[in-house]
């Protein structure tokens, strides 16, 4: 029976110590995966060690390991060896542990690729709230290796931001999961998104890079001003107008604003309808008023609120349809000449389109280009490098300079030459428009202003409402800008990426959320090595026949002296 035992310990012994080796490894491997330490690790290890040292220690006394004097000092010396091993093992961990928690990173790059500037010190330093960031990216986009390097940087100044990294190819659960958290239908490929509490903003690849050659790096910048704006206690309101025939932001058909409305949410705002009518004022918190495409009149008492509101340094975004029906005037043409703007009753064409089969063509798309935008303002100063497109829009134009206005209009686009003002409207349907320089407006043709408060001599008494009764009133500062069509600004148009560019950048100019941080980019670390042709020479005989033939004369050398 004794030897029935011993026969069954001696054949199953090895697999079950090989079976608690796995168990333990498991164990491990499962800790790692989910990065703690729980049941489900602490189980297999713990099982799977008695084991092992269980039957290690059975194994050593049925075989009288230690019977002999130079067995026990074998086995004295071999435990001596594992026990010196775990020792080092241990102090190998302590230090690695140490230095994961306490260590310093020294950038040697000569543009300072993996520092942070002293303001987004100052500001980790400060945060006393939980940032998430998520980078949505596909391994092997531009920039990508920098991004998560700097990122890491973050990370590194404070314990307050967690940086993930989801492949939205390879991992669409956890890109669902995300949009989901988030409340948001859809989730662009190749953005960062910062998380904090139940606000959210999403940071482009476009944005991180300068958009002129050779491509500078502004990650820092744009990564900073998202934490700042998903930190703050209040989120930029901005209200769409409604009962005038706009266009919906809950309306998801290509000629509805739903694309912006995520843009916009995506940018830390929150969207909102409004009825002017029904309200009687502008909310409190109105950061933006945005009225996109109006087709019937707003009442007197409508325009006297939103005049009330822009007197009260309110911001209005106001995207225009022209008047095909000459009987549908909006009312805004009373209005806006307030604030030196010039509306006008045509629609923009241009008649320099060469389309297949048919020629030059007259059309109402327009494309406008770098030399089509404003020359200096916050708004256009990053499109230069992409097109505009705009269709079915009419005029709208800054007023000369007057000393007795208290704004100052300024032009962002126009329409590339050969384009023209058509005022002919109502026959706009049926026939080919042709320029008429008696009543058509000649190119190029303006097509967006935008107007702020400016400096005012003493002198000026009675220029604006606000001033009527009281010579010494200021403006408030208000800011507005008015883009002659809404086309541009629906789900139709709006995957181009300067149409997405430049109705952000007029929300953010109009909301004060221009860039404030001044923290400059960072140009690509190319290193070259100016090699002259002699130089070429000895590198292309040094690495192609002199290293190989090396090892062939030692080679020859020691057959030689071998034979010897």
């Known amino acids: 029976m004794n030897k029935k035992k011993n026969d069954w310990f001696d054949q199953f012994s090895g697999y079950i110590i090989l079976a608690g080796i796995i168990a333990v490894v498991a164990g491990f491997g499962i800790s790692r995966i989910f990065d703690s330490w729980g049941l489900s690790s602490f189980i297999p290890v713990g099982v799977g060690g008695g084991v092992v040292v269980g039957l290690g220690a059975v194994t050593a006394v049925r075989k009288n390991w230690f019977s002999t004097e130079a067995a026990k000092r074998k086995a004295l010396v071999g435990t001596n060896v594992a026990i010196m091993s775990v020792f ?78 989801i492949d939205p190819l390879r991992n669409r659960t956890k890109v669902e999961e995300l949009a989901k958290r988030l409340n948001i239908s859809d989730l662009q490929l190749n953005t960062v998104v910062f998380e904090c509490g139940e606000y959210s903003k999403h940071v482009q690849q476009n944005e991180v890079i300068e958009k002129q050659y050779p491509f500078k790096f502004k990650g820092e ?26 266009r919906q932001f809950e309306d998801f058909d290509r000629g509805g604003i739903s694309g912006i409305a995520n843009a916009l949410k995506r940018d830390n705002c929150r969207v909102a309808p409004l009825d002017i ?25 409508e325009l006297n609120v939103i005049r009330g509101y822009l007197e009260n340094r309110g911001k209005l975004l106001l995207m225009l349809e022209p008047a095909i029906s000459p009987n549908a005037p909006t009312g805004f043409k ?29 059309v109402a798309e327009i494309y406008v280009g770098k030399d089509e935008y404003a020359e200096d303002h916050p708004i256009t100063n ?62 190029p043709v303006s097509l967006a202003v935008a107007s702020q408060i400016k400096e005012l001599p003493k002198s000026v008494t009675q220029s604006h409402p606000s001033m009527a009764n009281d010579p010494t009133a200021k403006p408030q500062g208000a800011r507005l800008v008015v883009i002659g069509d ?55 005989w040094v690495s192609i026949a002199g290293i190989p033939v090396i090892p062939v004369i030692i080679g020859s050398i020691v057959w030689w002296k071998r034979r010897r």
């Open 486 to 540: 809404v086309n541009f600004a629906t789900n139709e148009y709006i995957e181009n990426p300067g149409n997405t560019d430049f109705f952000r950048n007029s929300i953010n100019w109009l909301a004060r959320k221009e860039t404030q941080l001044g923290i400059s980019a960072k140009p690509p670390d190319f290193r070259k090595a100016t090699i002259n042709p002699l130089q070429m020479k000895v590198i292309f």
């Open 88 to 165: 080092a093992a241990c102090i190998f961990a302590i230090v690695g542990f140490l230095n994961n928690r306490h260590y310093e990173r020294i950038d040697l790059t000569v543009t300072g690729k993996y520092s942070l500037s002293p303001k987004t010190k100052n500001i980790l330093k400060n945060l006393d709230k939980s940032v998430v960031i998520t980078t949505l990216f596909n391994p092997g986009e531009m920039f990508y290796e920098q991004i998560l390097d700097i990122l890491k940087e973050y990370a590194y100044h404070t314990d307050k931001i967690k940086v993930e990294s």
């Open 277 to 301: 009518l029904t309200a009687k004022k502008i909310p409190d918190d109105c950061d933006v008023l945005v009225i996109a495409g109006p087709t019937k009149a707003y009442l007197t008492e």
């Open 221 to 246: 910048e744009a990564f900073t001003e998202a934490i700042l704006s998903v930190t703050q206690e209040k989120q930029s309101a901005i209200y769409f107008v409604t009962g005038h025939g706009e």
């Open 382 to 443: 990053d499109l230069k490098n992409f097109n505009t497109i705009l269709f079915g829009a009419c005029s709208v134009d800054a007023s000369p300079p007057n000393d007795q206005m208290p704004y100052k209009a300024t032009v962002l686009m126009r329409a590339p030459e050969g384009s023209w003002g058509e005022t002919d409207v109502a026959n706009l349907r049926q026939k080919k428009p042709e320029y008429n320089i008696d009543t058509d407006l000649p190119g």
């Open 334 to 362: 009373t209005l806006l000449p307030e604030y030196g703007i010039a509306v006008r009753d045509d629609v923009v064409v241009y008649n320099k389109v060469n389309m297949p089969l048919f020629g030059i063509q007259t």
